[in-house]
Structure formats: structure tokens, C-alpha cells
């Protein structure tokens, strides 16, 4: 299989990244947690197998959210940062199954995506299905870097397998990249509960020579915890927030795809999305067969 490529994907992303935290840390509040380290995080609360809500928020209230939240949570610390920048690119068939399925709410749900950690360098291939309750469980396969944006032999066979196991009738030679989402992360979890919060801003979709952005001055927050909600599901309810059925990638490809059908996901993204110029190096390009 010869990889997929994204165009402008090079290695070293970090450029122009690093100080453009504008929803970052020290806005939100979660500079005055006490921080946790990626490890402390992954064994209290990786939450491979879980139940995820999500919110959209104004930076006002997602602010009170992190100030409420610091009895019980920590953020995630990387050597003094509280943020990381990420970007995925997600894979599917030319007819959009993937997309398709989420859209529909199928039972059998599934995607593919290369997740970039910006700062770190680090890459992984996931996949992520639906069980029978509804739950989320996500496999992962560590890549380097220069891996994000394709597939090669190794992860087309991880993906495969995947798929085959979970009896979703695609394969992993006939997926092509379809968009680029990219955005800040802050995340807090709950070491005793083993669950986790995370607050995403600055969140871009690109596809070819298209591109829309979350509006300013608001953030996308998701809850990653059991069937049941968690105290800071409450949290979110007593602040208002009700809990919205979105995806990045099925809103990527609402906005970005004409001709699509209209559907729910749609018609929430125009109201908190906005279409803007292209950006530099966001193209997407499909492999060579």
C-alpha cells in the first residue's frame, strides 16, 4: 500500500505553535491546578473503553468549569506545559462509510485517524469503534512522526485487524485521507474517579482548499468517564451547558463536503462554526494506487 500523504505535514510543527496558546492554560484557570504527569494520568484514568459526553461552551463559563473542578481534578503537566497542540487526520472510503455511519447513528460506528501530539512529536494510528452499549473503545499503535498523515503496510494491517475483529466490512487498503482537524487540548482528570475532562480550543477543519473554525470565544469540553455521569457532568448541567451530539470529524465533512445530506450535526455546527480562507499546507491528498 503506498501512503496517504498530507500535504504540509512535516516533521517539525512545532513553528509558530508553541506561543499561539490563545485559549490556553492561564485563561481558563487550569495554570492554578495542581498538575499531574502523563503517567500519573494513564494508569489513574486512560480510559481506552469508556462513555464520552461533550459540551460547547463560552470561555466564561468554561473558566468557572476548571475553577469548580480543581478540588477534585488535576491537568495534565508536560515539564511546566498545560496545553498540547493536536492535529488528526482521518481516514475513510471514497463513499464516506465512516462518516456515513456516524451521521445515521449506526450501531456499527467506526474511524480512522493519525493523532499528531505537536510539541512532542509523538504519533499514533487509532481506530475507534462503538461496543453494544453504545460505549466508545479506541485502539491505539505508536508511529513516529513522520508517520502522521499515512498509511503504511504496519498500520494497515493494525487497522485491518481491527475492522475484521469488530466485523465492519472494510478494508484498511481502500481508506484515503478526507479531512485535517487540528486544535489546543487542556486536560484534567480525576485521579480517585478515573476519569478525565478535556477543554479544546482553537479547533480548525481542513479539507482541500476549505476551512472552518469553532467561533471564537468558545470551547468544545468533553467528559470521558463511565455510563454514569460524572460529578463534572453535573458541574457542566448546573452551568447550563447541555450535552450536544458532535463529532470533529462528522462536523469536519458536514461543512466541508457540498452536497451531503443535511442533518442534525449540520445544522448545530453552522450555528457555532464559521467558514474562512484556506489555510496554508491543509490540503488533503489522496494516495497513489
Same mark, same amino acid.
Given at each position: 500500500m503506498t501512503p496517504a500523504? #498530507?500535504?504540509? !505535514? /512535516?516533521?517539525?510543527?512545532?513553528?509558530?505553535? =508553541?506561543?499561539?496558546?490563545?485559549?490556553?492554560? &492561564? @485563561?481558563? *484557570?487550569?495554570?492554578?491546578?495542581?498538575?499531574?504527569t502523563l503517567a500519573e494520568v494513564d494508569r489513574a484514568a486512560a480510559l481506552q473503553h469508556r462513555t464520552d459526553?461533550?459540551?460547547? #461552551?463560552?470561555? !466564561? /463559563?468554561?473558566?468557572?468549569?476548571?475553577?469548580? =473542578?480543581?478540588?477534585?481534578?488535576?491537568?495534565? &503537566? @508536560?515539564? *511546566?506545559?498545560?496545553?498540547?497542540s493536536y492535529r488528526s487526520v482521518?481516514?475513510?472510503?471514497?463513499?464516506?462509510?465512516?462518516?456515513?455511519?456516524?451521521?445515521?447513528?449506526?450501531?456499527k460506528r467506526w474511524k480512522v485517524r493519525t493523532r499528531l501530539y505537536v510539541e512532542d512529536g509523538l504519533c499514533r494510528t487509532e481506530v475507534k469503534t462503538k461496543d453494544g452499549r453504545g460505549a466508545t473503545v479506541k485502539h491505539s499503535l505508536t508511529v513516529p512522526g513522520t508517520a502522521h498523515g499515512t498509511l503504511?503496510?504496519?498500520?494497515?494491517?493494525?487497522?485491518?485487524?481491527?475492522?475484521?475483529?469488530?466485523?465492519?466490512?472494510?478494508?484498511?487498503?481502500?481508506?484515503?485521507?478526507?479531512?485535517?482537524?487540528?486544535?489546543?487540548?487542556?486536560?484534567?482528570?480525576?485521579?480517585?474517579?478515573?476519569?478525565?475532562v478535556t477543554l479544546d480550543s482553537e479547533l480548525t477543519f481542513h479539507r482541500e482548499n476549505l476551512t472552518a473554525s469553532l467561533a471564537p470565544g468558545w470551547v468544545l469540553?468533553?467528559?470521558?468517564?463511565?455510563?454514569?455521569?460524572?460529578?463534572?457532568?453535573?458541574?457542566?448541567?448546573?452551568?447550563?451547558?447541555?450535552?450536544?451530539?458532535?463529532?470533529?470529524?462528522?462536523?469536519?465533512?458536514a461543512l466541508l463536503v457540498p452536497g451531503l445530506p443535511d442533518n442534525d450535526v449540520r445544522r448545530l455546527a453552522r450555528t457555532h462554526f464559521t467558514r474562512s480562507a484556506p489555510a496554508a499546507g491543509a490540503t488533503i491528498t489522496e494516495p497513489t494506487r
Open positions: 500523504t #498530507l500535504r504540509g !505535514a /512535516a516533521p517539525d510543527m512545532t513553528a509558530g505553535l =508553541l506561543g499561539a496558546d490563545l485559549l490556553g492554560a &492561564d @485563561l481558563l *484557570g487550569a495554570d492554578l491546578l495542581e498538575g499531574a459526553r461533550k459540551y460547547l #461552551l463560552p470561555v !466564561a /463559563a468554561a473558566a468557572r468549569l476548571v475553577s469548580q =473542578l480543581a478540588p477534585t481534578h488535576r491537568v495534565l &503537566d @508536560l515539564d *511546566g506545559r498545560r496545553s498540547t482521518y481516514f475513510d472510503t471514497r463513499g464516506l462509510a465512516a462518516w456515513r455511519g456516524h451521521a445515521q447513528r449506526r450501531r503504511d503496510r504496519e498500520q494497515a494491517r493494525f487497522i485491518g485487524g481491527i475492522l475484521a475483529r469488530e466485523a465492519i466490512a472494510h478494508r484498511a487498503d481502500a481508506l484515503v485521507p478526507t479531512a485535517d482537524v487540528r486544535y489546543r487540548r487542556i486536560a484534567l482528570a480525576d485521579l480517585t474517579a478515573g476519569t478525565r469540553v468533553e467528559t470521558k468517564g463511565t455510563p454514569r455521569p460524572a460529578p463534572a457532568d453535573r458541574l457542566l448541567h448546573r452551568l447550563g451547558a447541555r450535552e450536544v451530539s458532535v463529532s470533529k470529524y462528522v462536523t469536519a465533512l
